[in-house]
């Protein structure tokens, strides 16, 4: 499926490019603080049972009209909301426990070149010089911001488990992206995104139980609800309907750049909510994404 033509003067879903990560950089925030009350896999859990319950009655005519497509989508539906929910909702938060943020950071950077490949190979789509170019320049400011612009961090890195789960987040949000364009629905954007949130929480259900039966107990409070609250609306529901919208637009490996302005965005909420101090590789990173971004929306092939 080839994303939607627009203008020449049509900035639209290039400033959806730009806003959308701002919301999806939020989940850094509940990364950082939402775990500390809610364990990983049961806020998974309860953020899109939670995105479930809110879409439900705004889209359950949709739904039940178009029942009988249900059992045509069924695997389909099923298999991206255990990605894009399921390991991409539950993995980075597992991550986080046995590894730091800076090597979450560089794994995921890694699932827009994921996207890229897989496109490619699955789905035949052309990718521009200029993308490419733009892509590698990315990469090198998210790094640049990440390592605190020592390179040597690099040289000294070493996998650690947790490393293992941002890697399969990564492939996971990789293999969310390309299918979710590609494959076509008769729902509407946010009815099927009903639906994905839907089969989310159940792929996540299983390991909720073995959570809290093995490991750790959920503690149902005014804390524990507006961490799954707020996991729910910004990085959740706004962040990912965003995300599907500009696909539509720019296709799956540009909107794949929103990872890169996610890693920036990140680094601006470390500043302004965890005391996290502006530096100047932040500026020589940031303007590295931006130059990149900028870049690879030259959408002409080669």
Same mark, same amino acid.
């Given at each position: 499926?080839?994303?939607?033509?627009?203008?020449?003067?049509?900035?639209?879903?290039?400033?959806?490019? +730009?806003?959308?990560?701002?919301?999806?950089?939020?989940?850094?925030?509940?990364?950082?603080?939402?775990?500390?009350?809610?364990?990983?896999?049961?806020?998974?859990?309860?953020?899109?049972?939670?995105?479930?319950?809110?879409?439900?009655?705004?889209?359950?005519?949709?739904?039940? &009209?178009?029942?009988?497509?249900?059992?045509?989508?069924?695997?389909?539906?099923?298999?991206?909301?255990?990605?894009?929910?399921?390991?991409?909702?539950?993995?980075?938060?597992?991550?986080?426990?046995?590894?730091?943020?800076?090597?979450?950071?560089?794994?995921?950077?890694?699932?827009?070149?994921? #996207?890229? #490949?897989?496109?490619? +190979?699955?789905?035949?789509?052309?990718?521009?010089?200029?993308?490419?170019?733009?892509?590698?320049?990315?990469?090198?400011?998210?790094?640049?911001?990440?390592?605190?612009?020592?390179?040597?961090?690099?040289?000294?890195?070493? $996998?650690?488990?947790?490393?293992?789960?941002?890697?399969?987040?990564? #492939?996971?949000?990789?293999?969310?992206?390309?299918?979710?364009?590609?494959?076509?629905? &008769?729902?509407?954007?946010?009815?099927?995104?009903?639906?994905?949130?839907?089969? @989310?929480?159940?792929?996540?259900?299983?390991?909720?139980?073995?959570?809290?039966?093995? $490991?750790?107990?959920?503690?149902?409070?005014?804390?524990?609800?507006?961490?799954?609250?707020?996991?729910?609306?910004?990085?959740?529901? #706004?962040?990912?309907?965003?995300?599907? &919208?500009?696909?539509?637009?720019?296709?799956?490996?540009?909107?794949?750049?929103?990872?890169?302005?996610?890693?920036?965005?990140?680094?601006?909420? @470390?500043?302004?909510?965890?005391?996290?101090?502006?530096?100047?590789?932040?500026?020589?990173?940031?303007?590295?994404?931006?130059?990149?971004?900028?870049?690879?929306?030259?959408? &002409?092939?080669?």
């Amino acid at each position: 499926m080839k994303p939607s033509t627009t203008k020449n003067n049509n900035f639209f879903p290039y400033i959806l490019l +730009f806003v959308q990560p701002i919301f999806m950089a939020t989940n850094i925030i509940v990364a950082r603080g939402g775990v500390e009350y809610v364990p990983p896999i049961s806020l998974a859990f309860w953020r899109w049972f939670f995105v479930f319950l809110i879409l439900l009655p705004f889209f359950y005519s949709e739904i039940y &009209k178009k029942r009988k497509f249900l059992k045509k989508e069924f695997y389909k539906l099923f298999f991206l909301g255990l990605m894009g929910c399921g390991v991409c909702g539950a993995f980075p938060f597992i991550a986080g426990m046995s590894t730091t943020m800076a090597n979450m950071g560089i794994i995921y950077t890694s699932s827009p070149v994921f #996207i890229v #490949i897989l496109s490619v +190979f699955l789905f035949s789509e052309k990718i521009s010089l200029n993308r490419i170019v733009g892509l590698i320049i990315c990469l090198i400011g998210v790094i640049t911001i990440i390592t605190k612009g020592n390179f040597n961090y690099l040289v000294n890195f070493s $996998f650690t488990t947790g490393d293992f789960w941002m890697l399969g987040a990564a #492939i996971g949000w990789a293999l969310y992206s390309i299918y979710l364009l590609n494959w076509k629905s &008769k729902f509407s954007l946010m009815g099927r995104f009903t639906l994905i949130a839907f089969f @989310g929480f159940i792929s996540l259900f299983p390991f909720y139980i073995l959570e809290e039966t093995l $490991f750790f107990d959920t503690k149902f409070n005014s804390t524990f609800l507006a961490w799954v609250l707020f996991a729910a609306i910004s990085p959740g529901i #706004i962040a990912f309907s965003l995300y599907t &919208k500009v696909q539509r637009y720019l296709g799956a490996s540009l909107t794949g750049f929103t990872l890169y302005l996610f890693a920036v965005y990140g680094a601006i909420f @470390g500043i302004i909510l965890f005391e996290e101090m502006l530096l100047p590789f932040h500026y020589y990173g940031g303007a590295l994404v931006f130059a990149g971004v900028y870049i690879a929306r030259k959408i &002409k092939t080669i």
